[in-house]
């Protein structure tokens, strides 16, 4: 593998954030890992405590379509420096780029098979080839794509939004399935559990692809932030904006969206569902724009330390949380799931992100790796063969 690859300098910043990203997503899926794909932030049982609604209003306003939005953008800012250095190693790094798609590709598909039906990496994997248009494109053409793709984003949404409609609860069908997934996933045997994964995984794949163009928009915003060196500048004015969609537009979103759902919940229970509430829910994807723009600038030294490990191994804490969450929560497992509440669910997954962040220290720390297990792996495959470029070869270079 090239030395000029595996020898890049790391922004700490960068990689803290996509820890913080790792536990928000974590906060999440756990809560749905019992139940199904149905509800993201999983459901409130009929006797739910205060502490429990507290815990589902919270993730609903602070969490839920919040940190996927970073992963997405943390995903376009890496695929800019990745095809920069793909540029200065090879003639053709877009079949290099591709193959690392592959993997990605790959990897999602036996993660949602196998470990967790909520995976979003194959969806990751499509997203990130129609980068690839944009890639030779200066600031300005890419400033040009961000905006195009919101506008689609937009349209697509409110267009989906008025052809699919509104309901406030799931038909009777929908709930005995749900409940048959509760049974299965917490004392069914592996295998037993195996088919309903697979159907619920065919089932997510498709909500994941509607979801496409707004993870798109995200990735090609992180590209911009990238390309315009706003991750250098902290007093650049697109932080403050950013702020401000946070604060004008994430903020109150969030709020009605975790109102409704909080309410819902208990009028419904596992009838409950977010459709109602899409657009308060798009809309406060704006809240993951001012995360963004306050850990970059402002996050203490000391938090961006403790979590910046975690970060350096997205894909390997990602499978983990997933393997984690079956040995812990399943019938194949310890089966912890069916006695413990909203609130517990979420400390346990506060703890299992604690681990991650104790391992992922030791293992760049002590053990003094370079890189995470599945991360190597992944380098390995993408960089396989790779034909280095010859001094009479001239690459096109990407427009800064």
């Known amino acids: 593998m090239p030395s000029s690859v595996t020898g890049a300098t790391r922004d700490a910043r960068i990689d803290a954030l996509r820890g913080f990203a790792l536990l928000g997503i974590l906060l999440v899926n756990i809560q749905s890992f019992l139940y199904g794909a149905t509800n993201p932030i999983g459901y409130l049982v009929s006797d739910a405590g205060v502490l429990d609604r507290l815990t589902y209003f919270s993730t609903a306003v602070f969490v839920s379509m919040k940190f996927m939005p970073l992963f997405a953008m943390l995903f376009g800012v890496g695929f800019s420096l990745l095809y920069l250095k793909l540029l200065a190693l090879t003639p053709h790094p877009k079949i290099t780029y591709l193959r690392r798609m592959l993997f990605l590709f790959v990897f999602g598909m036996l993660h949602g098979v196998f470990f967790y039906f909520g995976d979003i990496t194959q969806m990751y994997a499509v997203a990130g080839l129609l980068l690839l248009p944009y890639v030779d494109r200066g600031r300005a053409g890419i400033a040009r794509a961000v905006r195009n793709w919101w506008l689609g984003t937009a349209i697509f949404t409110a267009a989906l939004y008025v052809l699919v409609g509104s309901t406030p609860s799931l038909p009777p069908e929908y709930v005995a399935e ?6 299965v996933f917490t004392s069914g045997n592996y295998l037993e559990q195996l088919p309903v994964r697979i159907g619920e995984f065919h089932d997510l794949i498709v909500g994941n692809f509607l979801g496409l163009p707004l993870t798109v928009a995200l990735m090609l915003t992180g590209m911009w932030a990238q390309r315009a060196g706003w991750l250098q500048q902290h007093d650049a004015r697109a932080w403050r904006i950013a702020t401000t969609l946070g604060l004008l537009i994430g903020v109150p979103s969030a709020l009605m969206y975790g109102f409704w759902l909080l309410s819902a919940s208990e009028t419904y229970g596992l009838a409950v569902t977010p459709q109602a509430a899409t657009v308060p829910m798009v809309l406060s994807v704006a809240l993951a724009f001012m995360y963004a723009s306050l850990f970059l600038r402002r996050a203490p030294r000391g938090l961006t330390l403790l979590l910046a490990p ?48 104790v391992l992922s220290m030791i293992w760049f720390g002590p053990m003094k790796m370079r890189q995470g297990p599945l991360e190597a792996l992944w380098r390995a495959w993408t960089y396989a063969g790779l034909r280095p470029i010859s001094p009479l070869e001239t690459p096109a270079k990407s427009a800064s």
């Open 310 to 357: 975690a970060g350096r191994m997205p894909l390997t804490n990602y499978l983990l949380q997933s393997i984690a969450m079956g040995a812990l929560l399943s019938g194949w497992g310890f089966a912890l799931g069916p006695g413990l509440g909203y609130w517990q669910m979420s400390a346990l997954a506060a703890v299992v992100f604690a681990a991650q962040i």
């Open 178 to 183: 749900i409940q048959s997934n509760y049974v």
